[in-house]
């Protein structure tokens, strides 16, 4: 029989290196799952849960409750805006649209813009602009300005060039052969990034107020600090609320986008 092809083989070899990968993950990490499922863990687990009932649901605290999620609300949407005007300004020139030269550093750009965590981010730029909102929504816009870059850049560069090349040959400028060629074709599928990525900001928002960024991640985290655990179960029901209506809005969206 003769060898396999080396197509062939290679999705085998990546394979087994991932299935290596795992085993010396699980051989390095020290993990006690026994200490899960002994009487002490579930009893400590119950005692816990059980501070959290019943729910604070007073109206001021509702109230205050509803604000934080509309701030959070507030920094997800204006941070994923500012990371769609910072990812097209970079993924231009990275897709290659400005010449070979920019094309690397942008690329460098974006990597370095997603690989810092929105928490690392929102530390960082706590220094600069203070506590509150405005450093969560930077920090958003800096790490998703990097997720949605190269996504947008890569979508640019897979485009069919046909249809610009043939804009171009029948006279059409160069801004105008893109807007109505490479972009129109990419469109719905940027479109389709930032709804996702909306989806993930609202999550990590509520993370960032942990760090002292606002919204309802800082209310939580203060509530915890005091061990009020009733009111932090209000504040959790309201992150999950809100979190499952944006989810429920972004799919809807994005299904309407792509029929």
Not at 65 to 71: I, N, P, T
Not at 79 to 89: D, E, K, R, S, W
Not at 205 to 211: D, E, F, K, T
Not at 232 to 258: G, N
Request: proline share 7%; hydrophobic share 55%.
């Amino acid at each position: 029989m003769p060898p396999a092809p080396p197509r062939a083989i290679m999705p085998l070899l990546v394979l087994a290196a991932l299935a290596a990968l795992v085993v010396a993950s699980f051989a390095a990490l020290e993990l006690k799952w026994g200490a899960f499922f002994t009487p002490e863990a579930a009893e400590t687990t119950a005692e816990f849960l059980d501070g959290f009932a019943p729910p604070e649901l007073s109206l001021p605290f509702l109230r205050k409750c509803l604000a934080a999620s509309v701030e959070t609300l507030s920094m997800s949407a204006l941070g994923t805006l500012l990371a769609v005007l910072g990812a097209m300004a970079l993924a231009l020139p990275a897709a290659g649209r400005f010449g070979p030269l920019l094309r690397v550093p942008s690329r460098v750009v974006l990597n370095v813009l997603r690989s810092i965590p929105e928490l690392v981010w929102a530390a960082l730029l706590l220094v600069l602009a203070g506590l509150g909102p405005f450093a969560g929504t930077l920090a958003l816009a800096a790490h998703t300005s990097g997720v949605l870059g190269r996504l947008f850049a890569d979508a640019l560069e897979n485009a069919e060039p046909l249809p610009e090349k043939t804009l171009r040959t029948n006279g059409a400028g160069p801004m105008s052969a893109f807007f109505y060629a490479t972009l129109s074709q990419t469109l719905p599928q940027m479109l389709s990034y930032t709804l996702y990525r909306w989806e993930n900001n609202i999550r990590a928002a509520a993370v960032l107020g942990v760090v002292g960024a606002g919204g309802l991640g800082q209310m939580l985290k203060y509530h915890l600090s005091l061990f009020q655990m009733q009111n932090a179960a209000t504040v959790v029901i309201a992150m999950l609320l809100m979190v499952a209506m944006v989810d429920a809005v972004s799919v809807a969206l994005r299904r309407a986008l792509t029929r």
